[in-house]
């Protein structure tokens, strides 16, 4: 098994078609995979297609979990965390940015917690040394944080959490922005 919990961003992949390196990069990580997306996909949903093609096509196994837009995502992230480990997932693959980056980058941090309450998640947050892998797959051009090490969430409340852990762990191993897909 390879170590790669301590890695920072391996390849920023930038142009056209070069999301069919998406098995070549999977592949360091394991053989199943949690797709975190927006719940609205139609705007992607040719980019969604194709990234579930070549994970079928590379003998990956995946679940998916889609972001609604009228949920805190703090909710969603403990749903997506809960999904993840139900499934014991080895890498997580975002497909957006902004929100999707915070609840995969979520997921990967809270894989390994012990607490997935409600009550318990993120309330003592300290340096992890462990997260699950994040491999994203941008749909936008506008990129912001997204391959940063800090995450915000949303309580019921609307109010913003801001999870800053300075740890590569949580970035991004690889980045795709396949311009066939995204102008």
């Known amino acids: 098994m390879i170590n790669y919990e301590n890695t920072i961003i391996t390849k920023n992949l930038t142009g056209e078609n070069v999301l069919d390196q998406l098995c070549q ?7 199943k995979a949690i797709v ?9 949903l040719s980019l969604y297609a194709r990234v579930l093609s070549l994970l079928n096509i590379c ?5 998916t ?4 837009d009228n949920s805190n995502n703090f909710d969603s992230a403990i749903e997506a ?3 993840a480990k139900e499934n014991q997932v080895n890498m997580v693959i975002a497909i957006g940015v902004n929100e999707i980056m915070n609840i995969s980058k979520a997921v990967a941090y809270g894989f390994y917690l012990d607490s997935t309450s409600k009550n318990g998640m993120f309330i003592n947050l300290k340096q992890i040394e462990q997260a ?13 944080g997204e391959n940063g090490s800090q995450f915000t969430l949303k309580n019921d409340t609307n109010e913003l959490l801001n999870i ?7 970035q991004p191993k690889a980045s795709f922005l396949d311009t066939y897909y995204v102008n």
């Open 65 to 68: 979990y889609q972001l609604d």
């Open 164 to 170: 800053k852990i300075n740890s590569s762990s949580i």
């Open 81 to 83: 965390i809960c999904l």
């Open 59 to 63: 003998g990956l196994e995946h679940i």
């Open 25 to 31: 990069e999977c592949s360091i990580y394991g053989k």
């Open 132 to 144: 699950l892998p994040i491999l994203n797959i941008f749909t936008s051009k506008n990129i912001k």
């Open 36 to 44: 975190i997306t927006q719940n609205d996909i139609n705007p992607y």
